[in-house]
């Protein structure tokens, strides 16, 4: 059962579209179109954002996803959504369809794999 937070998701993206949760990493990856858009922890949603755009991401006061790993912070590359577009369908729209865009323009994909020939004796 998903929590009451992922499943208000929903709601707040109405205007940008179908978004999918999925379990990972004790919190939600949050997904569009087969795209991971966002994650969630600790009922913090966290939005995809690259080079050119997590300093929108700052200027709106938003903060990065960080974690602990060895004793090192990790900073992601996962910035908080602004807290006025959870009321504003337009704002959510905006912010979700950057977080998109990076997110497609970021992906990788995964190396193809080389065949093992058979060797001749």
Request: proline fraction near 4%; charged fraction near 30%.
């Amino acid at each position: 059962m998903r929590p009451a937070f992922t499943e208000h998701l929903n709601e707040v993206f109405r205007a940008f579209g179908a978004i999918d949760a999925r379990r990972m990493f004790g919190g939600y990856g949050i997904y569009h179109e087969g795209v991971m858009i966002g994650l969630v922890i600790d009922e913090t949603l966290y939005l995809k954002t690259d080079a050119g755009t997590h300093e929108r991401f700052q200027d709106a006061g938003a903060e990065p996803f960080r974690y602990e790993k060895r004793g090192e912070t990790v900073v992601t590359s996962y910035y908080s959504m602004p807290v006025d577009a959870f009321d504003d369908p337009d704002l959510a729209r905006s912010w979700a369809s950057v977080a998109y865009e990076a997110a497609l323009r970021t992906r990788q994909r995964a190396p193809k794999r080389k065949r093992k020939s058979a060797k001749a004796d």
